[in-house]
């Protein structure tokens, strides 16, 4: 047994005062909530961006920004959503959560963790700042392939910000992951084995250990994109004797691991959410912690499903078609669990409910649409064209967006004290659930209609015109949808309804304590039993037998 | 009243749709074509794949609907929990086995369909290949023939005889992609791939580049027009002859392709500047050694070009250095 790391007490120095004090904090609920909101701020960005580029591609030969702008603003959407918002989002959920839900006072590093988001922070900084550096922001995509991202062909500085924005917030989020491993690993509570942690628990252990491996090697080959810029060396340039496609698999190795970095916690969200508000045990828990180990695990053999037409040798290809199919296997594994603990269940269709079974069902499509990416002779036909954006924003916002905001509507109480509205929660679940759907599914026709993505223009009349009008019509509609979240947690800070400790009559840790939670988190751990030990808590309760 | 605005919206918005089905265009289910075997062939998985995925999705979408209607909390309290199930081996061991039977049976359909996409289907050609080398450039494609022609984004073929295309790139990625002909292969520097493709008809072949480029990306576009073998037979030697001679109108194709995306096909300037009564017309030697090496946001479109096409587009361009576009 591992030794338990006694939490370095708050530093008091500056402490005082209600600035400055979350300036020094060290509580992981307060990083945690920081994590949160500048994710939150910066999907507001990323989400305006996404709204310019719809309205400029909304008509055939539409010249609301130039191609110029434009490049810039796909580059800078996917740069943040990816790096400023969604991997961040989980480690603010991650953080406040997994220490509450183990049983736990703090992260195993409080220090680490503050540094952390600070990290975070700079790096978004560093990244919207490079809007006013000489040539603007970087405009060869969230991926910057050499040689396009090269110095020879992107002279400007916003490429080299964009090196500097993503090693600033992969160092957080590598040091985070430390530290979520290590207290996963450290400060677990007494009796919580690995078979009684919650699956969001699990599924942020996956997430780490996937940011150890993938984002240090992006970190490298970020580094020699930045050596090939600066100093002159040519490890992309074939010009030179370097090779492009390696920046491509090097890429790729971090990229489709980013992918699970970025699904598996909605995943751990949607195994919390589900069985509470079906009051029931969530089916197979073994099935899905295992499932979550093998997705992590595969997600690093798919890489090259990304590169089909780049001209691979064809038993390369092969095995790369077999291991993404295989991938789905867990996946579809997951899926079918979820549903099935709502059978026979009592299900409350509370908002956190709503979204996480929207999640599940927007997903499904995300889910298939990769099998056909995956069939690779199909691919050849429509890798980047919008079928792939079709598919990852249903991947991305159906799964890890709706499923983050499942989260929300679950742990605001808990964070807070207060409930969100659940009237409002539900106009916001409708409008996203329509949006989504409008904005995304007639990207798969665009897509096999021949439309490339990261064009900032078109000239096709016809059906082609008309999905990219439907598009932006959606998107405008879950615009309206994020409206009135921020509209819900403005209301909610001043007359929300005020939670108890426990609202939803919960499974796990996180509820035991008050909402919010004191500082030091809890006056004392219950011994756990099972993964659910708040249920077996309220049964020992109802059976008299707790003498507390 | 709001009910009958939203009735009124919709049938606006299906009036617009139904306009434009009527205009006969497809709406996007399968890619564009086929026009080739190999576009066929990949059709064939795209349908395989839209039956199977199809039967998934109405499966699980309407077990999570059917369950959730059905076990709805109809006003119960939220302590009131249902069976303590907590998994059933037999049913899970048959929920992974199932969609691994279904994944072997399309990576087998993939793995028959595959020798007819990514090679020949000499089986009813007519003569030998033809191997075109294709460059892909910022932002437009140069096609080399083997008896030395030179074309320009639209590329000439003989209808019914394969075709070998080797697709490399001069600067940046690119890709190559006509939708009713084949998938998209990558042109990409310091690597040559190659595709096949045997258009089964006369006619043109739309596409357009296929990977990020540069600013102008969405206006890399290619053509594949195929005609009768004997037809392109004689436009082969003819135009041979032509280039060789410098007769052909090399020149004025080089222009379109790779100075009219940004100059305009009158040389007016559009995104780049109007080269109208522009000097450096009259030097040969500048305009070589600009598109040779580029300038700021011009790229090297020049780079790497024969003498024959040099020499074609500098006679091409000297009739735009008298016309002044008076600004």
Same mark, same amino acid.
């Given at each position: 047994?591992?030794?338990?790391?006694?939490?370095?007490?708050? /530093?008091?120095?500056? *402490? %005082?005062? %209600?600035? *400055? /004090?979350?300036?020094?904090?060290?509580?992981?609920?307060?990083?945690?909530?920081?994590?949160?909101?500048? @994710?939150?701020?910066?999907?507001?960005?990323?989400? +305006?961006?996404?709204?310019?580029?719809? /309205?400029?591609?909304?008509?055939?030969?539409?010249?609301?920004?130039?191609?110029?702008?434009?490049?810039?603003?796909?580059?800078?959407?996917?740069?943040?959503?990816?790096?400023?918002?969604?991997?961040p989002v989980f480690a603010g959920l991650a953080n406040y959560l997994v220490p509450l839900m183990i049983g736990a006072r703090d992260m195993a590093f409080p220090r680490l963790n503050a540094l952390s988001y600070w990290f975070y922070l700079l790096g978004g900084i560093v990244l919207y700042a490079s809007w006013f550096s000489g040539g603007g922001a970087a405009r060869a995509g969230w991926y910057s392939y050499p040689p396009l991202s090269e110095h020879?062909?992107?002279?400007?500085?916003?490429?080299?910000?964009?090196?500097?924005? +993503?090693?600033?917030?992969?160092? /957080? *989020? +590598?040091?985070?992951?430390?530290?979520?491993?290590?207290?996963?690993?450290?400060?677990?509570?007494?009796?919580? *084995?690995w078979m009684r942690l919650p699956l969001f628990v699990w599924s942020i252990y996956v997430y780490s250990v996937l940011i150890l491996i993938a984002l240090t090697e992006l970190a490298g080959a970020l580094t020699l994109l930045l050596l090939d810029r600066k100093v002159g060396t040519h490890f992309f340039l074939p010009s030179?004797?370097? @090779?492009?496609?390696?920046?491509?698999?090097?890429?790729?190795?971090?990229?489709?691991?980013?992918?699970? +970095?970025?699904?598996?916690?909605?995943?751990?969200i949607l195994s919390e959410v589900i069985p509470v508000f079906s009051r029931k045990p969530i089916f197979g828990y073994k099935a899905i912690a295992f499932s979550t180990v093998a997705i992590g695990f595969y997600s690093m053999l798919v890489w090259a499903h990304h590169m089909f037409s780049v001209g691979l040798p064809t038993g390369l290809n092969i095995f790369f078609m077999l291991s993404s199919m295989t991938i789905a296997v867990p996946?579809?594994?997951?899926?079918?669990?979820?549903?099935?603990?709502?059978w026979r269940g009592n299900v409350i269709l509370d908002t956190a409910m709503l979204f996480a079974l929207g999640a599940v069902g927007v997903f499904t499509i995300g889910g298939l649409s990769g099998i056909f990416l995956a069939a690779f002779p199909f691919d050849w036909q429509v890798t980047d064209t919008y079928f792939v954006v079709a598919h990852m924003h249903y991947v991305l916002f159906g799964g890890s967006a709706f499923a983050l905001f499942a989260a929300f509507y679950y742990w605001w109480p808990k964070m807070f004290g207060r409930f969100l509205d659940e009237r409002l929660g539900k106009v916001n679940f409708w409008l996203y659930f329509i949006g989504i759907?409008?904005?995304?599914?007639?990207?798969?026709?665009?897509?096999?209609?021949?439309?490339?993505?990261?064009?900032?223009?078109?000239?096709?009349?016809?059906?082609?015109?008309?999905?990219?009008?439907? @598009?932006?019509?959606?998107?405008?509609?879950?615009?309206?949808?994020?409206?009135?979240?921020?509209?819900?947690?403005? %209301?909610?800070?001043?007359?929300? %309804?005020?939670?108890?400790?426990?609202?939803?009559?919960a499974d796990t840790l996180e509820w035991y304590t008050t909402s919010p939670p004191p500082a030091y988190n809890f006056d004392k751990v219950p011994y756990v039993t099972s993964a659910r030990p708040l249920r077996d808590l309220r049964r020992r309760l109802q059976e008299g037998s707790v003498h507390a | 009243?709001?009910?009958? !605005?939203?009735?009124?919206?919709?049938?606006?918005?299906?009036?617009?749709?139904?306009?434009?089905?009527?205009?006969?265009?497809?709406?996007?289910?399968?890619?564009? !074509?086929?026009?080739?075997?190999? &576009?066929? $062939?990949?059709?064939?998985?795209?349908?395989?794949?839209?039956?199977?995925?199809?039967?998934?999705?109405?499966?699980?979408?309407?077990?999570?609907?059917?369950?959730?209607?059905?076990?709805?909390?109809?006003?119960?309290?939220?302590?009131?929990? !249902?069976?303590?199930?907590?998994?059933?081996?037999?049913?899970?061991?048959?929920?992974?086995?199932?969609?691994?039977?279904?994944?072997? &049976?399309?990576?087998?359909?993939?793995?028959?369909?595959?020798?007819?996409?990514?090679? &020949?289907?000499s089986a009813k050609a007519a003569g030998p290949p033809l191997i075109v080398k294709v460059e892909g450039r910022q932002f437009y494609w140069n096609f080399l023939y083997p008896n030395g022609v030179i074309q320009v984004e639209r590329m000439r073929v003989p209808a019914n005889r394969d075709v070998k295309l080797l697709i490399n790139s001069e600067d940046v990625d690119h890709s190559w992609w006509i939708p009713a002909l084949q998938g998209k292969f990558?042109?990409?520097?310091?690597?040559?791939?190659?595709?096949?493709?045997?258009?089964?008809?006369?006619?043109?072949?739309?596409?357009?580049?296929?990977?990020?480029?540069?600013?102008?990306?969405?206006?890399?576009?290619?053509?594949?027009?195929?005609?009768?073998?004997?037809?392109?037979?004689?436009?082969y030697d003819r135009e041979a002859r032509a280039q060789a001679s410098g007769t052909s109108d090399l020149g004025k194709m080089t222009f379109d392709g790779a100075c009219a995306t940004c100059h305009g096909f009158h040389a007016q300037g559009a995104f780049g500047p109007d080269l109208r009564g522009n000097p450096i017309l009259q030097q040969p030697a500048a305009i $070589?050694?600009?598109?040779?090496?580029?300038?700021? $946001?011009?790229?090297?479109?020049?780079?790497?070009?024969?003498?024959?096409?040099?020499?074609?587009?500098? &006679?091409?361009? $000297?009739?735009?250095a008298g016309s002044s576009g008076g600004g």
């Open positions: 047994m591992a030794v338990r790391v006694a939490p370095d007490p708050a /530093s008091t120095i500056v *402490s %005082r005062g %209600r600035f *400055s /004090s979350w300036l020094a904090t060290v509580d992981h609920k307060r990083i945690g909530i920081m994590y949160i909101l500048t @994710s939150l701020f910066f999907f507001v960005a990323g989400g +305006i961006i996404a709204l310019l580029m719809r /309205s400029q591609l909304a008509r055939p030969n539409e010249h609301v920004f130039t191609r110029d702008t434009y490049d810039q603003m796909f580059t800078m959407h996917g740069t943040t959503m990816i790096f400023l918002v969604v991997v020879a062909f992107e002279p400007g500085k916003g490429q080299d910000l964009w090196i500097l924005a +993503i090693h600033l917030t992969t160092i /957080s *989020s +590598i040091l985070g992951a430390i530290n979520f491993i290590v207290t996963i690993h450290n400060l677990r509570a007494p009796g919580m *084995s030179k004797g370097g @090779s492009a496609v390696l920046y491509q698999h090097m890429f790729w190795f971090f990229g489709h691991p980013e992918v699970y +970095i970025m699904v598996l916690p909605a995943f751990g996946t579809g594994i997951k899926i079918f669990n979820w549903i099935a603990t709502t759907n409008l904005t995304f599914f007639p990207q798969h026709f665009l897509g096999l209609l021949g439309m490339p993505r990261r064009v900032w223009t078109y000239n096709h009349h016809g059906w082609w015109a008309a999905w990219n009008l439907v @598009s932006t019509i959606g998107a405008f509609v879950m615009a309206f949808g994020t409206l009135v979240f921020l509209i819900n947690v403005v %209301r909610t800070t001043r007359v929300g %309804r005020r939670a108890g400790h426990d609202p939803w009559v | 009243m709001r009910r009958a !605005g939203a009735l009124v919206f919709v049938a606006l918005l299906g009036l617009v749709l139904a306009h434009v089905a009527l205009a006969g265009d497809p709406a996007g289910l399968s890619p564009r !074509g086929p026009d080739s075997p190999q &576009a066929a $062939k990949i059709e064939g998985i795209d349908w395989l794949l839209i039956a199977i995925t199809g039967g998934i999705f109405v499966l699980v979408e309407g077990a999570l609907i059917l369950f959730v209607f059905r076990f709805r909390n109809r006003g119960r309290s939220r302590t009131l929990e !249902g069976p303590e199930i907590h998994g059933a081996t037999r049913l899970e061991l048959i929920w992974t086995a199932i969609p691994v039977v279904i994944l072997a &049976a399309i990576v087998a359909f993939v793995l028959v369909k595959l020798p007819g996409i990514n090679s &020949a289907d990558d042109a990409i520097p310091g690597k040559t791939n190659h595709l096949w493709f045997r258009a089964d008809r006369r006619g043109t072949f739309e596409g357009q580049c296929g990977e990020f480029c540069g600013y102008e990306h969405p206006h890399m576009v290619a053509a594949v027009q195929a005609v009768p073998s004997s037809d392109f037979q004689s436009w $070589k050694t600009l598109l040779q090496n580029g300038r700021n $946001k011009m790229p090297a479109v020049g780079k790497g070009w024969s003498s024959r096409q040099m020499n074609a587009l500098l &006679a091409y361009v $000297k009739r735009f």
